[in-house]
């Protein structure tokens, strides 16, 4: 059991584990919550507009110009920006769910899609960049989307399918790890960037037809209805995005052709909105009106990419507005996850069909003020749950991958460290001979 005395970060695990215990006692009070209301009664699209309106106050107001973010060239789509993204969306995503508003359905269709665009996009950039195809990183990306969710649905006895996101993410990295890595074989025969991705991509396209555009997509069905019909949503979400980050250098010389030297090109930052805008013209005015859902499902895994190159298009059309981000949304962003599965359970309740009732009096027929207060006092302990569930997470995502790390060493880190020092203290004594002392 050596290993176990050579795993540093045991006592972090332990302590995360129990607090992780807290977490899941708090999510299944709110989610047995006794005093509550169905959920469809709380309908009301004015509130709807109301807390998003409150949202982009507060974005404005949290704006932070970052001028040394072009300091390596203009960064189109930031890390920074990223985080904002997810954060606007999963607002709007959470507040949609709360008041019930059943006609931007098309819009949080969109915003799904994009989470899992995502996955692919950022994926694709950190295996090309790193080449780590380890069974650490499988582990620690496993890990980071799958821990939490999957303690809640066994603790809360609650099907994983109602967090489909998760299962989502989950293949969407898997297919990008594999794309990225037949790629870097096509590179050790000797392929270039442009044909090693090139191929790979198209071979991984192939496999999403064969198994989406065929009765294999019917295999989904094992699982169960709700999968079956998810993964088909977004059955192209995740290629896209690994489509999209293959061309991300093109992308971004443009943007430095553009933005990055005097005088500014305003006309080109201009007709760039302008193609941006009539992305997202196109998208709406040819699909996304739509009030049937029933005939717009089937042609949203075709036409969700326009929307999303409008937005991009549009939100990083000059160097100042790459340089800047909403600190605000980028804090939302960074608890996407952990804020999409505890909604169902703590800022709702009895598995997101509910409004719990936390205030007297603040139910469906009670006075606006009065519900928007309990909604609001649901909230304070809604957002920093979820922060206090993703640093759990973290913690354990760490500690867990370096168990996982430690096993596949037979234990013996520590030794192999030791060695390495040595021989590293040897070589640079041969390099470099130790100078005599001079008295």
Request: proline share 3%; aromatic share 18%; hydrophobic share 50%.
């Amino acid at each position: 059991m050596s290993f176990l005395n050579n795993w540093k970060s045991r006592k972090d695990f332990l302590l995360a584990q129990a607090q992780v215990v807290v977490i899941l006692v708090i999510a299944y009070i709110g989610n047995n919550w006794p005093v509550s209301y169905p959920r469809n009664d709380n309908h009301d699209p004015t509130m709807f507009w109301a807390m998003n309106a409150a949202l982009f106050v507060a974005s404005i107001a949290t704006l932070k110009h970052d001028k040394n973010a072009s300091s390596r060239g203009v960064q189109l789509l930031s890390r920074p920006q990223t985080e904002e993204w997810k954060g606007w969306m999963q607002w709007a995503f959470i507040m949609y769910h709360y008041y019930r508003v059943y006609y931007v359905y098309n819009e949080i269709r969109l915003f799904v899609s994009a989470y899992v665009w995502m996955t692919g996009f950022g994926n694709f950039l950190y295996f090309e960049k790193k080449k780590d195809f380890s069974v650490e990183r499988m582990v620690s990306m496993w890990l980071r989307i799958n821990y939490f969710p999957l303690l809640l649905s066994f603790c809360l006895n609650v099907k994983l399918e109602l967090y489909y996101v998760v299962p989502l993410h989950t293949v969407g990295f898997f297919i990008t790890m594999a794309t990225c890595y037949i790629a870097s074989h096509f590179k050790k025969l000797g392929y270039g960037y442009w044909k090693a991705n090139g191929l790979a991509i198209a071979i991984a396209l192939l496999v999403h037809v064969c198994f989406y555009e065929t009765k294999l997509v019917d295999s989904l069905l094992f699982f169960s209805k709700e999968y079956h019909f998810r993964f088909q949503a977004d059955k192209y979400s995740a290629w896209v995005g690994i489509l999209s980050a293959m061309f991300w250098k093109k992308f971004t010389d443009y943007m430095q052709w553009a933005y990055a030297e005097m005088p500014h090109k305003y006309l080109v930052s201009w007709l760039q909105r302008a193609a941006g805008i009539f992305f997202l013209w196109m998208w709406y005015y040819g699909f996304g009106y739509m009030t049937d859902k029933f005939l717009y499902n089937p042609l949203h895994p075709y036409i969700f990419w326009m929307p999303i190159a409008g937005w991009l298009m549009i939100r990083n059309s000059s160097k100042y507005l790459c340089e800047l981000h909403s600190t605000a949304l980028e804090f939302m962003g960074k608890i996407t996850l952990e804020t999409y599965v505890l909604q169902f359970h703590v800022f709702m309740s009895q598995n997101v069909q509910f409004i719990p009732v936390v205030l007297p009096g603040a139910t469906a027929d009670g006075p606006l003020w009065l519900k928007t207060a309990n909604m609001l006092l649901c909230g304070s302990i809604f957002v920093p749950l979820a922060l206090w569930a993703r640093t759990v997470t973290v913690t354990t995502q760490a500690s867990v991958t370096e168990l996982a790390v430690l096993l596949m060493k037979g234990g013996n880190v520590e030794e192999e460290e030791k060695e390495e020092e040595t021989v590293a203290l040897t070589t640079k004594m041969v390099v470099e001979p130790q100078k005599s002392e001079t008295v």
